[in-house]
């Protein structure tokens, strides 16, 4: 009998432990889930046709190891990796979960049959100029009080995760910028939680950085889980900005603002250095809550001014404190409306001497250009189908015309055709209500 070992954690980015009969299987340090043990020793010899081969499971400080004992001599190791690693890709799917906020995590990839537009929470969105958004994860390491997607581990509605693949995204943002004329485009990574948890990312930006058009690759971050290697690593896939969020240079004030004890400001700090010793051009973006960070903002402008960001664009990106339906509020801030945000900024650009705060569409070269077209119009009903559960409770899923969808419904039926009529089709996103059966 030869026997043989294969770590399949030196093939696949896998940690594992077992508990019991179950494996617990972490990649990437940003998806979890479990799969039986029993299950997937069963099925590995049934698919490889091992009838007289002894297979064991075993785990050796966190890496996963086959052990192969065969009475024929030679094992083909290739395959048996391959075959194991696409059945725990496939055992793994149904129970995977987001490590850092532990909710559900769907896993898209093409052929999920999940379409990339349509939705605000993941994939791609088009407003009709020649920025689109990209969202290739939700949920985020912090809890900002003010959160507008109510994201983080605390989250009282956001029950559901979403992860793309990145060669799925890659492509579909691709087709996007060839309908758009492959011109003058900018990619901007943003998302409902913090894009840089995206285990990905190097490689999506390397994808978009020779899609033929695009000019410009920017990242919104809260710079939490940003590293200098991490930043070395974007610089080198062709990361053109990074817009980095900064709400006080108060130690306490910005951990109270961050939602998270754990928040570093020094942390953040030296990210900054690193970023301006890099080719990446820094924005840095704060938000003004009136009557709660005024003087804060102050300084950040002071400091901002200090650092002298050398950037083809505006280096200060300060947004007003608004109040969304679906997101956190602060306790006893009144918001202010944009006329007086933007009186203000005018007062204080002149004050500083600190020019642009008041920033405008042309700053970033953002341009209208043509978008996908609709294929729904609003009122009308339409049969789509829902394919899970979707991020809030309440809403689900829904895939129809080559586009995703919100449908309103607490139905829970997966794979069910149901009709909805459309309210909403602004930015190729859609909301559909269900209609009676
Ligand atoms: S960093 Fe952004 S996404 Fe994360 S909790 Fe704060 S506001 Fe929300």
Redesign the pocket.
Known sequence: MMTKEINLSELFPIHAEIEGNRIIIQLHNIIVGDLSLSQFKKSLKKNLILDQTELDVAVRGDQLVLEIGSPFGNVDEKRIANTAGQLISNLLYPTLRNQVTRNKLVYITKATGIPLIGRIDFGIIDRGTNLLQIRPITG?V???PF?S?D??SRSKTRITDFIIDSDYLADEAKKLCEFKGSRSIELHIDGQ??PTLYPYLPALIKDFSVIRGVETISLQT?GAPLTEKLIDQLETAGLSRINL?LNSLDHNKACELS?NAGYSLSHILGIIEHIMRSQISLLIAPLWIPGFNDEEILGIIRFVKKLGIESKWPVLGLQNYLVHRHGRRMKGVRPESMKHFRWKLERIERAFEFFPLLLRHGDFHIVPMNSYPKPFRKGEIAEIEILGAGRMSGEMLGVGRGRSLHVLTNEKDINRKTRVRITRTKHNIFIGNPVGH
């Open positions: 985020c912090l809890d900002c959160c997607v994201s983080g939680g913090e809260n969020s939602g």
